[in-house]
Every structure is written in structure tokens, then in C-alpha cells.
């Protein structure tokens, strides 16, 4: 069964409405409950409040990177491991064909079911997740791939275990080595973009956000927490980060908006990837009219223009 946030209990009206009259068998019902339904959805999702967008980035029937991966790649075969731990299943690695692209894709999965989200550590990596995706990031580069990275993820797992392992080394290495990557990349939150997590595969020639996803350096709660020792004011904290792909769009911090369905992608996810795969393809076609120095040199002064401001 579909799941509903708080402001789409008018769409799910509509919808369950439109089911008992399918179940009766009148079609002219139908008919006016789905013009209905068009016009609901329009008037709720042109509307949303950050906190909103927040929550559908957060959807539980959001796609994941693996929904992403069997909509978009041809031919996929998986790579595991890193060679010196472990093999993290909160990070896949996956080489095939997007259109006719041979392609390699690296991203963030968080799992569905309890069992699967525990496999998956809820989406957040450890140290060998970040190592795996830079050893596999460095088997493009030496075979000529594009890379295509989806990010979706609450942030890199905190635990005692993973700080042992050296998180902050395994991401800040990620950070460094992918900033000089001589490979095409590309990189697009797919819903979730928390903290250094994120950052740690998000180091590209194009970084992109799905219009329903966010961007941060701390989630709403941990920064509501923090500000006013209260956790409960996360819709103040949202507000107050600009941490949708509106508002860091406005200031330079990503490329572009993928235009998911207004709907969003957790309603309407074949169009969902379509959208995604057509940025990514766009993107590689744009970049290929760079030479490998005019594309790192681009890279660089991307990157270091983050964060630049002007005192008036």
C-alpha cells in the first residue's frame, strides 16, 4: 500500500475514493475523481513548505540508488569490496550500459524492511564503504568509465567501530582523491544528502539534486538540537539551513535541478529515472566536448568557488 505524509491526506482521499468507485464500476466517477485528483495535486505540491520537501526527500517509497540501478542499467554487474576490510552494503557498486553509455554507478542504498535496512545499516556507510567506492572510482579512471554517483544517505555512521576504522580519514581521502579523478562524473542526490556522507561521493564535474531532495551539513533535528536544545523545532531548522535544491541552486552550490514528476519520484518512479537518466546522459555529452584538462581545470574552480563570498 501507498504511504501518505500528513499533507496528502486530501490526495489519499481522492485516491480511495477513486478505488471504491473502480471497485463499483463507474467509469464516470472515475472520470471526474481523477480530474479531481489532478487539480488536488497540483494545488498541494505546488505549495510546499521546505519541511515538506524535507519529508518527501525522506519518503519511505522514495526510490533508492538500487530502484535507480535496475530502471537505468543495462547488463549490471555488481563490484564488492574494498580490498581491505570489508565489503559495506550501505555503498553498491554496479558496471553496465545507461542508453549506450558504458557506465560505472556508485551510490548510497538504505534498504526496505527491517532485515534489509539492517543489512544496509539504514543507508549510512562505514570506512569500507567510502574505500570501496574510491577503489572502484579509480577502476573507472584507469579503464575510461564515467562514473554516475547517487547520493542518499543520513550521514556516515557514527559508531565506535567506524571512527576505529578512521572515518574521517576514509572520507576526507574521498574528497581529495576525487577532486583530481581524471574521469567524467557526475553526481545527484537522489533524496537524502547528509553531512561528509555525502560529500564523500559528491566530489564530481556535475553535481545535481532531484527536485524533492536536500543537501546539508547536519540534519534538522541534530542542528535543532544543538541551536535550541530542543529537537522538536526541526521545521524552524529546515527553514532556517536552505537545504533544498531551490534554494541551493540560488546559491551556486549544485549545477541543476533534475525535474522528478511533480508528484514525486515515490508516485511516479519510471518518469523519476527517465529524469535522472536523461541529466545524466545530457551531462557526459556536454562534458565530452572538454578536453581532459579544460574538464579538471572546470572541476577545480567549481570546487573552489564553494563557500566564496563578497563583503559589501
Not at 89 to 99: F, L, M, N, P, T
Request: net charge neutral; proline share 3%; charged share 30%.
Amino acid at each position: 500500500m501507498a504511504t501518505y505524509l500528513d499533507f496528502e491526506n486530501s490526495i489519499r482521499q481522492i485516491d480511495e475514493d477513486i478505488s471504491t468507485a473502480k471497485i463499483k464500476g463507474d467509469g464516470h466517477a472515475v472520470e471526474i475523481l481523477e480530474k479531481n485528483l489532478s487539480k488536488e495535486i497540483s494545488k498541494t505540491y505546488k505549495n510546499l513548505s521546505e519541511y515538506q520537501k524535507l519529508q518527501l526527500a525522506r519518503h519511505p517509497d522514495r526510490p533508492y540508488t538500487m530502484d535507480y540501478i535496475r530502471a537505468l542499467l543495462k547488463d549490471g554487474y555488481e563490484i564488492h569490496g574494498d580490498r581491505n576490510f570489508a565489503d559495506d552494503a550501505a555503498i553498491i557498486c554496479y558496471v553496465g550500459y545507461i542508453r549506450d553509455r558504458k557506465v560505472i554507478v556508485i551510490g548510497e542504498q538504505k534498504g526496505r524492511g527491517t532485515k534489509n535496512k539492517l543489512k544496509r545499516n539504514f543507508g549510512m556507510p562505514h570506512p569500507e564503504g567510502y574505500r570501496k567506492a574510491l577503489r572502484v572510482a579509480k577502476l573507472a579512471e584507469k579503464f575510461g568509465l564515467p562514473i554516475l554517483f547517487l547520493i542518499d544517505t543520513p550521514g556516515a555512521y557514527p559508531g565506535i567501530a567506524a571512527e576505529e576504522r578512521g572515518q574521517s580519514e576514509a572520507i576526507a581521502r574521498n574528497l581529495f582523491e576525487m577532486s583530481k579523478l581524471n574521469t567524467k562524473s557526475v553526481s545527484v542526490v537522489i533524496g537524502e544528502g547528509g553531512s561528509g556522507g555525502a560529500l564523500a561521493i559528491g566530489v564530481s564535474d556535475c553535481v545535481a539534486m532531484m527536485r524533492y531532495s536536500v543537501f546539508s551539513v547536519i540534519s534538522p533535528e541534530g542542528c535543532a538540537a544543538i541551536l535550541w536544545n530542543d529537537p522538536s523545532k526541526q521545521e524552524s531548522a529546515t527553514k532556517a539551513m536552505k537545504i533544498t535544491s531551490e534554494d541551493l541552486y540560488k546559491l551556486n552550490l549544485i549545477d541543476a535541478i533534475i525535474e522528478e514528476p511533480l508528484v514525486g519520484a515515490h508516485r511516479d518512479k519510471e518518469n523519476a529515472a527517465k529524469a535522472l537518466g536523461d541529466y545524466f546522459i545530457k551531462s557526459l555529452e556536454e562534458l565530452d566536448q572538454l578536453s581532459d584538462s579544460e574538464r579538471l581545470e572546470k572541476r577545480y574552480e567549481r570546487i573552489v568557488s564553494i563557500g566564496a563570498y563578497e563583503e559589501r
